[in-house]
């Protein structure tokens, strides 16, 4: 089945620098990566995703990467905020019926 | 237009006992799913309907029953609750012609 990891666990950035959160998935058969948002004590919130037919997309300040080669895709995230500090979570699947999350990364932005 | 919503917020429940958690989305969205998520992981997919009078399995079902009588409701069941049940309960609905999904504030479950 599909395995997903996810570097770094946790991640300080100053505010106003970029943000870079890193994903790997084994399983070839997966084409859907999606990210989630989670606040502390919050709901997850869907921010972006991405198709493997697709090899970046962007939303303003967010922008994933997918390298289907390498089995890896990325979160960037640019001119952080502090409204930015969550955690954050991707997942890889066929669909998003199949999705396997990840363990996590935790960012914090520095006012 | 409240989203999607989860009743009950907490529950306590001793080991054996039974329970139904509720979810009710008004976006008259097909797809709903049920996750749990246990302290520091990501969610992990229990069952889920891709219409009304659907349900199906996901990465961790053992231990639960759901139904979607309604398409607006879509109910998670534990007939025999288990210590490991433990856990924050997160319903969602999911709409593949608009791309969104949307979750509950979660149940915070705790089974003694």
């Known amino acids: 089945g599909e395995n997903v990891e996810q570097h770094p666990s946790t991640l300080s950035v100053q505010e106003g620098d970029s943000a870079v959160i890193k994903c790997t998935y084994s399983d070839s058969a997966s084409n859907y990566f999606p990210w989630y948002k989670q606040e502390l004590g919050k709901r997850p919130q869907l921010i972006i995703d991405?198709?493997?037919?697709?090899g970046e997309k962007k939303d303003q300040r967010i922008a994933v990467t997918l390298n289907k080669t390498a089995k890896h895709f990325s979160l960037h995230i640019t001119e952080t905020q502090p409204e930015d500090s969550a955690v954050y979570f991707c997942?890889?699947?066929?669909?998003?019926?199949?999705?396997?999350f990840g363990p996590g990364t935790s960012l914090s932005v520095i006012p | 237009n409240a989203g999607v919503t989860q009743t009950p917020k907490f529950r306590v429940l001793k080991t054996g006992q039974s329970m139904t958690l509720l979810c009710a989305q008004d976006?008259?969205?097909?797809?709903m799913y049920w996750y749990r998520q246990d302290p520091g992981m990501g969610l992990r997919l229990i069952h889920y309907s891709v219409g009304e009078g659907t349900t199906a399995k996901g990465e961790v079902p053992d231990g639960y029953n759901v139904s979607r009588l309604k398409k607006q409701n879509f109910l998670l069941g534990l007939e025999s609750a288990a210590p490991s049940q433990t856990s924050v309960y997160f319903c969602a609905s999911y709409s593949g012609l608009i791309n969104e999904q949307f979750f509950g504030p979660g149940t915070r479950l705790t089974v003694l």
């Open positions: 991405i198709r493997s037919n697709v």
């Open positions: 976006m008259n969205h097909e797809y």
């Open positions: 997942a890889a699947g066929a669909s998003i019926d199949k999705v396997i």
